[in-house]
T-cell receptor, first 106, second 114 residues
Framework: KNEVEQSPQNLTAQEGEFITINCSYS?????LHWLQQHPGGGIVSLFMLSSGKKKHGRLIATINIQEKHSSLHITASHPRDSAVYIC????????FGTGTSLTVIP | EAGVAQSPRYKIIEKRQSVAFWCNPISGHATLYWYQQILGQGPKLLIQFQNNGVVDDSQLPKDRFSAERLKGVDSTLKIQPAKLEDSAVYLC????????????FGQGTRLTVV
């Protein structure tokens, strides 16, 4: 069993839709990272959070430490949001989810 | 601010050959990570440096993989000899003070072993 589970694995949305990607983890952590990886590209850090909620533009990340769960929301999705979104948790080491592949259709 | 620089971007080698990857982290970042990402999987930590010391290399296949960060700045990751299953993207990341600070990733090196 992976220490970090993401859902869904694949997601297709129409432009403008509200998108939610979920991450559950089973280890004790000090921080959780949401990362974005474009095809053929490197990884970009979107958020690092250890409690509550953070917002950057159309992206919102929340974390519930007690439930060991985090969500990444994208409001008013756009085709340029198409990418793989990876949840990573910082415990005694970094644990990564396998990613959620998002495709936003115009 | 310059990001994490990695080279080369792509490399194709035959099995049993050797290969080396280079990473220059963000200036001032004490922590440097090397990850291996096999297609369809999340990244797997190979090694973590704090300055020029190794913090975690528990998942590094030490019989064929080696890494160094001699002056606590840039780093090289070497595979010798390469196997087909080493085909992956090798990502370098850096952070200012370890796992509880934001990590910045390079573009990665895509290695194909044939």
């Amino acid at each position: 069993k992976n220490e970090v589970e993401q859902s869904p694995q694949n997601l297709t949305a129409q432009e403008g839709e509200f998108i939610t990607i979920n991450c559950s983890y089973s280890v004790g952590i000090s921080a959780l990272h949401w990362l974005q990886q474009h095809p053929g590209g490197g990884i970009v850090s979107l958020f690092m959070l250890s409690s509550g909620k953070k917002k950057h533009g159309r992206l919102i990340a929340t974390i519930n430490i007690q439930e060991k769960h985090s969500s990444l929301h994208i409001t008013a999705s756009h085709p340029r949001d198409s990418a793989v979104y990876i949840c990573a948790v910082a415990g005694n080491q970094f644990y990564f989810g396998t990613g959620t592949s998002l495709t936003v259709i115009p | 601010e310059a990001g994490v620089a990695q080279s080369p971007r792509y490399k194709i080698i035959e099995k049993r050959q050797s290969v080396a990857f280079w990473c220059n982290p963000i200036s001032g970042h004490a922590t440097l990570y090397w990850y291996q990402q096999i297609l369809g999987q999340g990244p797997k930590l190979l090694i973590q440096f704090q300055n020029n010391g190794v913090v975690d290399d528990s998942q590094l296949p030490k019989d064929r993989f080696s890494a160094e960060r001699l002056k606590g700045v840039d780093s090289t990751l070497k595979i010798q000899p390469a196997k087909l299953e080493d085909s992956a993207v090798y990502l370098c990341a850096s952070s200012s003070r370890g796992r509880n600070t934001e990590a910045f990733f390079g573009q990665g090196t895509r290695l194909t072993v044939v």
